[in-house]
């Protein structure tokens, strides 16, 4: 199993920026779908998730409105659309799968795969 993140970069404060995390080794369409992140000097955070059928979403406060997640299951890849981004945005952003969960788990102890990360900076 295996999940690739990339799509991180340098963006300006109020610029946008989209993650793909490619899967192989599993079927997306049989896994919540999680992104978290983690700043210098903080413990890792839940983002965003998407649950297993696709159909719910759930996001942490701070990017409610501004960050979005998909999937293309044709592609067996997950998305993470970021726009209005923030310098406090700036981390390393990682996808993680979660096995046939009922719910999309925002603990990362919960998660049974994940990717390597790609770091995001936002300058002010």
């Known amino acids: 199993v295996q999940l690739q993140a990339y799509g991180g970069g340098l963006v300006q404060a109020g610029g946008s920026l989209r993650l793909s995390c490619a899967a192989s080794?599993?079927?997306?369409?049989?896994?919540?779908m999680g992104w978290f992140r983690q700043a210098p000097g903080k413990e890792r955070e839940f983002v965003a998730g998407?649950?297993?059928?696709?159909?719910?979403?759930t996001y942490e406060d701070s990017v409610k409105g501004r960050f979005t997640v998909s999937r293309d299951t044709a592609k067996n890849t997950v998305y993470l659309q970021m726009n209005s981004l923030k310098p406090e945005d700036t981390a390393v952003y990682y996808c993680?799968?979660?096995?046939?969960?009922?719910?999309?788990?925002?603990?990362?102890?919960?998660?049974?795969?994940w990717g390597q990360g790609t770091l995001v900076t936002v300058s002010s």
């Open positions: 080794g599993l079927n997306i369409g049989r896994y919540a």
């Open positions: 993680a799968a979660d096995r046939l969960s009922p719910r999309i788990a925002t603990m990362s102890v919960e998660y049974d795969y």
């Open positions: 998407i649950s297993w059928s696709g159909s719910s979403s």
